[in-house]
């Protein structure tokens, strides 16, 4: 049996729960994994909350993403062998001992990079590399992170940055310099956003990376004259109202591939805050579920 940390009923944390459930076997197109390491992010919430409206076979296993040594691997699989160390989207949850990997938006995991950093890669800091790629700005031009702070904010920070793009990002006061560090122009959010923006850069944006939506999104726009480089990961509708699109998402293995050679490099840091083991997997999420945590959270499995 392998241990896995999920949710009995669609709610709040209340229906969280440890489970034990037999090791996974691997179907076509699926990798059978030993977890080390998994990413936590407001998508696991959100998908235990119901609000995704994602239909899952209850209870169900959180975590859509994890690394770890490839234990087995289903039919049809190639490029991928037993003993490799990887990492990539998790289809039977990663807060778990072993789960199973979607193989197409799967990769090696490079030696220079460890488990921890690797399994902060599927979701937030591809989401930051769509992001950026859907822009596309050109070096020398401006954009403007709406949320920057977060996962994927900081990761599509360092990914605009190595590509010479100018980089705003709005949020709080107590994350100036965080912001800073990432080589972005910390802008405060909230009430008069659209002044401070302007005060940044006052010829306006080329781009807005939109992960926050709702009146931000709306006022920040303003900035921006060409409103098909709105490009929101959180608000669709917004997005649309202000002439924008959501992100268009690659899903494929060779994202998570020049994302890895970017950490090996050291030009991308996915800026892990914290780590926590499994057995504490309630209290990272509950951190990430408090809209709080700044960069990323992994738990860590042994």
């Known amino acids: 049996m392998s241990k896995a940390f999920g949710f009995t009923d669609y709610g709040g944390p209340q229906h969280q729960i440890f ?39 209850l209870p169900a296993v959180l975590g859509v993403e994890a690394s770890g040594v490839v234990e087995a691997v289903g039919e049809g699989v190639t490029g991928f062998a037993v003993g490799d160390h990887v990492f ?13 990997l ?3 938006v799967s990769a090696r995991k490079p030696a220079g990079v460890d488990f921890a950093r690797a399994a902060a890669l599927p979701v937030a800091a591809a989401t930051g590399y769509d992001g950026v790629e859907h822009i596309g700005l050109k070096a020398g031009q401006t954009l403007l992170i709406l949320g920057i702070a977060g996962g994927v904010g900081s990761a599509a920070a ?6 010479g793009i100018r980089v705003l990002g709005t949020a709080s006061e107590a994350n100036r310099a965080f912001v800073a560090s990432l080589g972005a122009t ?7 956003v659209l002044d ?26 303003g900035a921006l004259a060409d409103r098909s480089r ?9 997005a649309a109202e202000l002439g924008g699109s959501f992100v268009r998402r690659s899903g494929t293995g060779a994202t998570l591939a020049v994302l890895a050679e970017l950490v090996a490099d050291g030009r991308l840091d996915p800026h892990i805050t914290a780590t926590y083991p499994l057995a504490r997997a ?10 709080h945590a700044r960069g990323k959270l992994i738990l860590e499995v042994s």
Do not use: C, F, M
């Open 102 to 104: 979607v193989a197409a």
């Open 196 to 221: 401070r923006i302007l005060l940044a850069a006052p010829q306006g944006v080329d781009g807005i990376l939109d992960l926050v939506g709702g009146a931000d999104a709306r006022a920040a726009a």
């Open 88 to 100: 990539g989207t998790a289809a039977t949850g990663g807060y778990a001992e072993h789960t199973l």
């Open 282 to 291: 309630a209290e990272a999420l509950a951190e990430v579920e408090s809209g």
């Open 19 to 57: 489970l034990d459930r037999p090791v996974p076997v691997p179907g076509p197109g699926r990798l059978q994994i030993a977890v080390r390491a998994a990413g936590v992010n407001p998508v696991d919430w959100k998908i235990r909350r119901g609000l995704t409206g994602k239909g899952l076979e």
């Open 230 to 238: 709105l490009i929101a990961t959180s608000d669709p509708g917004t």
């Open 158 to 163: 360092q990914i605009a940055r190595e590509r």
């Open 186 to 192: 910390p802008v405060r959010y909230g009430d008069g």
